[in-house]
């Protein structure tokens, strides 16, 4: 098998393991993709769907992008929907919002993913991948908790305001 699909398949069960399960206890709920999007390139970016939960005056909206080319690496959208606005959270993706949150290692000239360095030469290992998503996983979601709930921004996240 391809090296790099290798890494996206560890990756994508590492997300399934930790990063989902502490999402789900926090109250969200999957969203399959529909048959049209399985047939695009979505199914690839998006392969976990989208994450939406009930709350006060509207529904939170969590997405997770994995980098469809290179290195396996991911990030996180997420935003609010308002109730009142006519849209089902089924049917909207966090990116669509006129206020979106990104959360991603946010180092200058290279991008918001989390993803692994390693030295040159170094094989990266499925523990590599999981201690990332670990590690995401109990620092980013309480950001992202911080992001829905107050609008403020964390130390791995980015606003955006259409």
Known sequence: MNPR???RRWLRNSVKRSLLPDLYNRGFEQVELSDA???SELRTAYPFGRLFRIRGAGFDLVDIE???FGKPA???GAGVLPKGDGASPVDVWAGALPT???FGDQVPFIGGWFSLWHWPGRTITPTDIESLVVR???VVVPEI???LREGRCGRHARKWTR
């Open 37 to 39: 999007e399985k047939r």
């Open 74 to 76: 991911f990030r996180i």
């Open 66 to 68: 994995l980098e469809r």
């Open 5 to 7: 699909k290798e890494e």
């Open 136 to 138: 995401v996983s109990s």
């Open 145 to 147: 908790e911080m992001a």
């Open 100 to 102: 979106l949150f990104t």
